[in-house]
Every structure is written in C-alpha cells, then in structure tokens.
C-alpha cells in the first residue's frame, strides 16, 4: 500500500504536460503518467486512468491548453478552428460528467483576438486557474459537510468521489478528510461499486491511507449495514445535477438513496457548483455513458462469466430522484429542498 497517496495531487500540469495517477492501475500500481497529445489524453479519460467528474474537468482544461500549444499557426481564425476541433474531441471522451464540458467551454471563453502567443499564454494561465479552484472548492466542500457531521459517525459511500477524483480532498470524501486534519474519526463503509469498483479500489485506498476506519462491503450488502444501524449519513458525489436537483451519479447510487430514504438516514450529494447544470432541467434529460460488456463479464476474472448468448446492460451512471436528497453540499454552502429554487438562486441565475 502507498501510504503517501493522499500526497500525490491527482490532477497537475508540470513542465507543460498532464501529471496523473492511473487510476486503472490502483491500488496495486501507483503509476504516474505524463501526457502531452491529446490522443493520449482522451484516452486516458475514457479508459478511466484519469475519472471523477471534478478530475475529468481539470484534466481537460490542461488536455485542452496542451492541444492549443501545439496548433501552429498566426491566423487567428486558422487557430479558432482547429482549436474547436481539439475541443470536440476531447469533449467526446466520455459524456455524462458536466465538468468535462464545463471546463472545455471556460478554455474556450478566454480566446479572444490577440497575438496567438498571448492566446496560448492565457489558456495556460486559465487551465492552473481552474485547477486551483477545484481545490479551495474541494476544501469548502469538506467543511461544510462536515458540519453535517459528528465525531464517530458511520458513514457510507458508493464509487469514488474522494481526492482521487478531484486534485485534492474529493467532495463526498472532502468532510471525512478535512475531519481527520482536525483530529475527527469517522467509520466509512464503502461500496465495492461494480463493475469497475472504484469504490474497493480507490474509495478504500485513499480512507486507510488517511488513517480512517473502512469497511469495504459489496454492493449488495447496503441496506444490512443500515438495518444494522451503523450509518448515520451516506454521501456520494456526482456526475451531473440537473436543475431540479436530481442528481446523477455512479451506477447504484439510486438504489443506495432509495434505501436511505427507508432507513431515515439523510442522503447527501456532494458536489462543486461546476457539476451543475441548468440547461438539464431533470434527470431523465441527462445522458448516460453505456460501456463495454466485457467490464462485467470478464475484466476480473480469469474466464468469461457469461454463458454465451446473454445479452449485458452495462450502463455507468444512474440519478437519484430530487425527493430522495436530504441536501446537496457545494463549495458556495449547503442546499436544501426546493431544489428548484435554491439551485437557481446559488446558480446566481
Ligand atoms: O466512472 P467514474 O469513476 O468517473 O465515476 C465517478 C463517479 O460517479 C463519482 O461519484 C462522481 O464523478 C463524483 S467525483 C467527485
């Protein structure tokens, strides 16, 4: 085990290229990759070894300003071009984090007609902005869900959304590490997360990194430790929230806010305000990455799991209804229900 992950960011720009951790390859490995084509860059997305909605949006503000640098032209409008094109392509990577669009459009918006080396200048400048954001959000988001909190409290998560999928600190994860830098101990039960268990991989990693109490338990075994009364708050990230507050996220995340919701335990979303998106106006509208069977049938195991002929579903993500979220916890304060209302009014819109 790497003791010192949780001093590794997650996301960086170093001597003009893309510092990453590959994910695929925790808790085993700790590979660090360092890219500068943007083929290698949306790869890196896609396949995961970069994933978590705030990293996903990082890694292509640095992808983007990576691609820009190399786009060798004086022609403003030459260089308008082929830096839409760059954009598209990295924006097909994957499609259901609102980050990795948001972060795309934020590059975009600085380009502006001056000398293209000023533009390149600029791009650079904006991509270390947005990264340095994500951080000062990451720690907000730690202390405003930590004053949902008490010491000792079990906690259950499902998938990722610690340090390892922001730069620093995560969002569901943010509170139990900003407690333990103020001395706090919590008990974190943690979803496996099938089929690419972020959740024993990454989740579990990082908490017994930090020194936290962690019980790894499989999917399925959520609603016992609830009856079991060990959880006193479950939190997870997101992926996206619409403007209703429906709130989309790992596969599974439903099923663990709809049984929050029988148990009484209040179900939290913990997310920067850059995971929100007013144009989605419900969670039906958002779009959900299906991928490849084979990450259920066969990627852990030595054989295939499925007898031929039996067709897969392997969709990533799934949204939890508005009406099952107790509160959604971003890095400008704490919402509650009327979603509707009060996203619009922390949106500033
Ligand atoms: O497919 P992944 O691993 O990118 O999915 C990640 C999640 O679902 C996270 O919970 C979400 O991105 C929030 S990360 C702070």
Not at 179 to 206: C, H, W
Not at 241 to 253: E, Y
Request: charged content about 25%; overall charge negative; hydrophobic content about 40%.
């Amino acid at each position: 085990m790497n003791e010192n992950i949780l001093k590794i960011d997650t996301v960086d720009l170093q001597d003009d290229k893309l510092v990453i951790i590959d994910q695929t390859k925790l808790p085993n490995e700790t590979v660090i990759l360092k890219l500068t084509d943007q083929r290698d860059i949306w790869h890196a997305i896609k396949t995961l070894q970069i994933r978590g909605a705030p990293a996903i949006g990082v890694a292509a503000a640095i992808g983007i300003y990576l691609a820009a640098k190399e786009i060798d032209t004086d022609d403003f409008n030459v260089f308008k071009t082929e830096f839409a094109k760059a954009k598209k392509y990295l924006a097909s990577s994957r499609p259901t984090a609102v980050n990795l669009f948001w972060a795309l459009d934020r590059m975009e918006s600085v380009i502006c007609e001056k000398p293209i080396a000023v533009i390149k200048e600029l791009l650079r400048l904006e991509a270390i902005k947005i990264r340095e954001e994500d951080i000062a959000a990451s720690y907000k988001i730690g202390e405003y869900g930590l004053s949902l909190l008490h010491d000792g409290d079990g906690i259950l998560t499902h998938c990722n959304a610690g340090q390892l999928a922001t730069v620093r600190y995560g969002t569901a994860l943010a509170p139990i590490h900003v407690g333990r830098e103020r001395g706090m101990n919590f008990k974190v039960y943690t979803d496996e997360t099938r089929p690419l268990l972020q959740g024993i991989r990454l989740s579990a990693y990082e908490l017994v990194a930090d020194g936290v109490d962690t019980t790894v338990i499989c999917d399925n075994m959520a609603s016992q430790v609830m009856k079991n009364g060990w959880i006193q708050a479950v939190i997870t990230g997101a992926d996206r929230i619409a403007s209703n507050g429906d709130a989309c996220n790992k596969i599974g995340t439903s099923g663990v806010a709809i049984l929050a919701k029988y148990y009484k335990i209040p179900f939290y979303i913990a997310a920067p305000t850059s995971t929100i998106d007013m144009k989605v106006s419900r969670g039906e509208d958002i779009t959900i990455e299906q991928r490849d069977p084979d990450e259920i049938t066969k990627l852990w195991y030595e054989k295939c799991m499925a007898p031929e002929g039996a067709k897969v579903y392997n969709p990533a993500f799934d949204f939890v209804d508005n009406e099952l979220i107790t509160a959604i916890i971003t890095e400008k304060g704490i919402i509650y229900p009327p979603f509707e209302k009060n996203l619009k009014e922390i949106m500033g819109e």
